[in-house]
């Protein structure tokens, strides 16, 4: 008999503190790009698909980048679906990630399952972890979703038992979705219906892909003869599967030194599936009806940056892992459009695979694929998958849920009190709405967006929280004018590409505004974005003055000490207690503002300025490893290479390094001709 029910899974963790105060102005850095003059050699409708609707910002969302390498016992919460055969366990707290698939008979794990909780800055905005299924939608990357918190209800599936449904709203893309999972009594597959709906009148770009983490010591395994390759270098290029010119066959993770992507060119009418097996000729497989087209594999590669980021994402001697990986377009770079008032479903299913060693590791690629084709026939006919989401469709996916297990944001509710949606199966009820959503509510309500309210016992008003989609900016262009509903206008404006009429917004705030360093972080953005860095880091350094000067600066709050030390921020933050919290909050500015402040000082050459700065900032802000990194560009400008060196030998990690990112490696080439230590080796690129 089928079961979900409610549980605990304890992991090492890296704690999620408050998310970066600072509006998410900019654009996502462009690792999964195109060269211009690969686009424009690639077939049209796949470059219009490329090209459609590229994100400006990641605005709504906040950069989650307050996170540490720390790790310490930690209860998530956690919900087993199980049967016979098979035990599926799950994160609603956390993207409603897939963690585990055990498979009873066998005593295996069928996926890459990571031992710790540790965050990295791979997502969109910033926080993501490895390992498991995770359900990517949005825009080209890793959801913003990543480390985000889910609605998750019991329902009832196809053939009256228990469904898990996990549900939310998309919020760069303005959209809601559902996940639901089920497995049938006796299955051997766990069974995911998906379901993404446009309430809106326009139409709006689409993207999901399911990332599927499985050890690397496979063989991938995918219905097509030619696959589409993009690397770090921004190049897409078809190639020949399984071997490549240079005669390497990549179905073999490890057989690639450099991370790379290849996106299989599945023939139209190919049933749609992709597997790992190890050497006995057994693993995952995973399979879909018709609407989810794409398939792909991702390697880390054997080089040194590969293996630095396999263990940047969890614990020392644990196994590498690939990742296999479903998606509605043919590229994790294309778009599709749903218009409004419709929808896109699907059914995916998870499961063993048992294929002939000899046929399906063997050198005929025709003869592996064959064979295992039959034994997925054999273990799940893809008349059966097609027929299980019909009967989803028709009984169960507008189901109500019955009993609620976790809750998600209050952003959908809001958007569903604003226009009114009717989303059967999905509810986004009032009671889910929090303080992040008051003011909108308010703004809703009166067609005023009331000020943000203060501490007494702080003096910190905690930002509120943007919102950019057309309806809110129409409102908040009614809405009386004082310096928080400029600073809001603008932001809606600069995300919709009205980037002139952003900054007239932020100046008529600044004129008026006795708390100056929101306003003046956003002209300091707008500046650079538009090619002012002197002028940028002129309005960044009096945006971090005007919070020491207004905040508290690097002081004590009123009656308490200053939530300077990482730890106690988190602490503070958990236990919700007023003004401890604001204080975390509070720090959290402090070193976002100086961040960036830094960051412009430094590149126009103002390092006296920048020293200045750094020496404001709280001791343990500085032993921060994003900042032991300006501190080493600090110490170059100062022409001091000796003491940059030290920082080196030293050690320092920077907790939220990005994905591609060779500043370590410029910045030891500046210091020495001595090679890059391992454990500063992140670059992804050959050569």
Known sequence: MTTVRRAVLTLPAALLRPDNPLPALR????????????????????????????????LPAPVRDGYGRERTPA??????????????????GLGGRLHSLHHKPTGRELLYRNPVFQPAAFALNGAWFSGGVEWNIGATGHTVLSCSPLHAAVVRAPDGGPMLRLWEWERLRDLPFQVDLWLPEDADFLYAAVRIRNPHELTAPVYWWSNIAVPEDRRILAPADA??????????????????????????????????????????????????????????????????????????????????????????????????????????????????????????????????PAAALGDDWAAARADVERSLSAALPREAVDAA???????????????????????????????????????????????????????????????????????????????????????????????????????????????AQAVRSWERGLKEATVRWPLLYCLAVADRE??????????????????EATDGGTEAPAGGRRAEDPAEEALADERGTGAA?????????????????????????????????????????????????LEVRLLLAEGRPDGARALFDAGFE??????????????????????????????????
């Open 389 to 499: 989401h019909a009967a989803w469709r028709e009984t169960s996916a507008d189901r109500a849920p019955e009993e609620v297990l976790a809750t998600g944001s209050g952003w959908g509710a809001l958007e569903v009190l604003r226009g009114g949606h009717a989303l059967p199966g999905t509810p986004f009820p009032e009671s889910t709405l929090g303080p992040e959503q008051a003011p909108w509510r308010e703004l809703l309500r009166t067609g005023v967006l009331p000020l943000p309210a203060k501490d007494p016992a702080h003096g910190a008003a905690p930002l509120t929280a943007p919102l950019v989609a057309t309806a809110w900016r129409d409102m908040l262009e009614t809405a009386p004018a004082d310096p928080a509903t400029e600073y809001q206008l603008g932001i809606a404006q600069w995300h919709a590409g009205d980037r």
């Open 75 to 92: 209860d998530l919460d956690a919900i087993v679906i199980e049967n016979d055969r098979l035990r599926a366990t799950v994160l609603p």
């Open 227 to 356: 696959a589409w390759h993009h690397g770090y270098d921004r190049g897409l290029d078809r190639v020949p599967v399984p071997v490549t010119e240079d005669g390497t066959d990549r179905t073999y993770p490890r057989n690639s030194t450099h991370a790379a992507d290849w996106f299989y060119d599945l023939p139209d009418g190919q049933r749609r599936w992709i597997a790992a097996l190890d050497a006995d000729g057994t693993g995952l497989v995973q399979t879909s009806t018709d609407p989810l087209r794409g398939r792909k594999l991702f390697v880390w590669g054997t080089g040194r940056g590969g293996r630095r980021w396999q263990e940047w994402l969890t614990e020392p001697g644990t196994p590498g892992y690939a990742e296999i990986q479903a998606g509605l377009a043919r590229t994790q770079l294309e778009h599709l459009e749903l218009p409004g008032g419709a929808e896109f479903s699907w059914l995916e299913a998870y499961g063993p695979l048992a294929a002939d």
């Open 27 to 58: 654009a996502p850095a462009g690792v999964h790009a195109v060269d211009p003059q690969t686009l424009a050699e690639l077939p049209r409708d796949m470059a219009r698909a490329i090209g459609r609707d590229p994100l400006r910002s990641i």
């Open 581 to 629: 919290v604001r204080a975390g909050h509070s720090a959290r500015a402090v070193a976002a503002l100086g961040r960036e402040a830094l960051d412009a000082l430094l590149a126009v050459d103002r390092h006296d300025r920048a020293r200045a700065l750094w020496d404001r900032l709280p001791a343990a802000v500085r032993r921060q490893g994003a900042f032991r990194l």
């Open 530 to 547: 538009e090619g002012h860095p002197e002028r940028a880091a002129e309005h960044f350094a009096e945006a971090f003055a005007d919070h």
């Open 654 to 687: 920077v907790a939220d390094l990005r994905e591609g990112a060779e500043v370590l490696g410029e910045l030891w080439a500046r210091v020495t001709d001595e090679p890059l230590p391992d454990a500063y080796e992140f670059r992804m690129r050959p050569g």
